[in-house]
């Protein structure tokens, strides 16, 4: 009820209903003709409760109610699950949590075009915040108090909270972005953000403890909570972007339960008698250093995995052909602040041996005239420092990146095109100057604008990545077409409305910012 007032959850009341049904149908239709009777289906309900609970399809918006846009992944994901629940056990248990393994597998195979799990963070802390973490841990603590699993939650989140301390220490710069925060959270604040996730305390209250999917002895399960909360820490490692942060957490809990049995069995001499350790320690004193070192070579990796995601984590928009652009990954770390200090200072100097004052640029870029750069609601929602006077640079330097690109076009210039744009926005302008040559034409690109604004867009495939604010430029462009000689051959106007990012959309940045992608195809975020 406070996801569809006041959480603002992506979830209509429809796929509510329809992960409900699609569990308690199957349940009560395999009950009836597998032990000819008829029940309450409570773990039926429970899977679609669970799934609904989780799963996410992009597009949904808060507050259409009725929705059922992507209704087929919802009983789909509840099916698999259920499907799971008969078909895949062991000793007469089933040995995942439904709901568990079957979103893993959904977020997996169908990745972040089709789903996306629950955000790690729901809304600002405030009085509708602090009462959700009052029902979440209330309740849970009452039920975990009275299925006896209470020890194996404060294992998973003592466990997850010093493990990804651990994690963290060595690499400080690893990174994670999501679309509910303007830049990339690091280190101790990333940290914060994992441990006191609303979403965790899902996870660790109410989806780990499933007594049927947990070993029965008390020890057991605290050291299956710990196992869990290793497992996640060590998933983490690879990731940047919260869709793989969070089935990375999830997927824990499915290769946790894969080795159920197998902890039982290796914590067996611990657990003679159900509760009393076996005076011989000959049948497990090996067991002791073999699983110690097991663990502290898992968490040992764990600073190596995470360092190969560190650099470069803001999300790519994605190219117009449906593609992903090609990123180079880079490994090590950044100049010492004492080496940017120099360098710095060096750069800001007058040429060696010329006192005389020097020309900035041997260019002199003749802007058209920018109107007042209006900004929407949900930029400044997403980024409350996104001023007026931010946004006019914005404005300014997607401008002069263009009429750059437009003298690149004119002398053929391609070296002179990578200083107005880069990566993939650099590819459109040098298709262009490359087809001019070919075509021995000279094109003179001029353009006058009327309206200016910013926009936040979702990436290509409305992931949990960080939403992208794009300038968007409405207005018309001239084209001259002149031969070899500089005789005009051809003049054509058209009306110009495209959006463009750049490199850095924090106008605080390193100098003018190029332009990074092209974001006009892209869909508008709500």
Known sequence: MLGQTVLGFRLSIAQILACLAAGALIEFVVT???????????????TGNSTAFILRVPGTLHGEWWSTHGIWIFIGVVALGMATKYLIRWRGRHIFNPSNVALVIAFVVLGPKYTEPLDLWWIPMGPWMIVTYA????????????????GL??????????????????????????????????GRELWQILVTSPEILI?????????????DAPLARVVFGVGVALLA???????????WTKTAILASLVIACALRFALVSFLAPFLADGVRLRRDFFHF?????????????????????????????????????????TVT?????????????????????????????SSASARVWILPSIPSVSIASNVMA???????????????????????????????????????????????FVEVINDDIAAGKIITKTYSFDQVSLKLYLPKFSSQAARLIGVSLHGTATLTTRDASGNVVSQTTSAYAKSWGLLDNHPTGRGGNPIINDYTDLATAP
């Open 32 to 46: 009836f003709f597998k032990d000819k009777a008829i029940m309450w289906p409570a773990s039926g309900l429970l």
């Open 382 to 428: 997403f980024d409350p420092s996104m001023t007026p006077q931010a946004a006019a640079r914005m404005a300014h330097d997607m401008v002069l990146d263009l009429v750059i690109e437009s003298e690149a076009r004119r002398a053929h210039d391609l070296k002179l095109a990578e200083s107005g744009a880069t990566a993939d926005g650099l590819k459109e």
């Open 329 to 357: 990954l880079t490994v090590g770390t950044g100049p010492a602040v004492a080496g940017w200090v120099s360098d710095s200072a060096i750069f800001a100097l007058p040429p060696a041996g010329n006192s005389a004052p």
């Open 203 to 215: 996870f660790a209250l109410f989806m780990i403890p499933d007594p049927r999917t947990v070993p």
């Open 285 to 325: 004193g090996w067991r002791l250093p073999v699983g110690f070192a097991v663990a502290m070579l898992l968490v040992g990796s764990i600073p190596v995995a995470a360092d190969l995601s560190t650099h470069g984590p803001e999300a790519a928009a994605g190219l117009a052909d449906g593609s992903t652009p």
């Open 153 to 186: 939650e404060l294992g998973f989140m003592v466990a997850f909270a010093v493990f990804v301390a651990l994690a963290l220490a060595p690499v400080p710069d690893h990174c994670m972005v999501a679309s509910w925060h303007v830049t990339p959270m690091c």
């Open 135 to 150: 029902i979440l841990i209330v309740g849970g603590l009452l039920i975990a108090w009275e299925l006896r699993l209470l």
């Open 233 to 243: 820490v060590l998933l983490l490692g690879p990731t940047t972007l919260e869709f």
